[in-house]
């Protein structure tokens, strides 16, 4: 079985001390790609490394994190595009609207959106969309720019049946990760009523381990026990499961596994 982890921050110090590890064991479990959002400035160093020691598994993409949209973005998000000419990215982010955390942004952060939005049209890549009580700010910008050109992810996607349908609307992917296993979340039951066609795997490791290592850093390799909750949910095989979302994620990032 061929897994593919849509979102993992492997290049946080978070892992420091066994990244290597962690990267051979999520190689044993069939996790044979790895794609890395950027978060700011201050990891893209980190992110190219990792690259480097794995070009064939550890797939960085570039953009700026919603919560590190500050007043001055645009200088550090011009320095993230100029990266673009100097190696191959798979997509564009992460970015988004975090409302959860600190509002004090918020316009910026919809600006900086938008900027990310221009910049998936020009290059062709998927955007990677972070959403944190903020789906209606989201979606009225996306309702106005998405068109044909424009595909990418809702990763960590975590809203009831309409929000799905609507990003499904776009012909957007859903990011599923750790919290379809949280007993407290509602997702599972959204999750059992969407087409596999519409969902990728991801773990947003450091954060979100799924069910039984909640609570515990998270890693690629941890994949598989959201791959088992989605089977279970949909009644079907784990197979069934690392066909279907690997499929979609090889036909999204266009890659070869
Ligand atoms: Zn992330």
Redesign the pocket.
Known sequence: MIFIDT?T?LYLREFKEDRDEVVNSALDKGILKMFM?NVDGSTVNAMHALADRYPDNCLPMIGL?PTSVKKDYTRELSKLKNLLDTRKYWGIG?TGIDLYWDKTFAKQQEESFRDHIILAKETGLPLVI?ARNSFDELFTIMDKENDDSLTGIF??FTGNKEQADHIIGYGFKLGIGGIVTFKNSDLDSVVKDIDLEHIILET?APYLAPVPLRGKRNEPAYLVHTAEKIAGLKKVSLDEIAENTTRNAVSLFNVKI
């Open positions: 979102h921050h959002p994190h992460e972070h990763h960590a947003d």
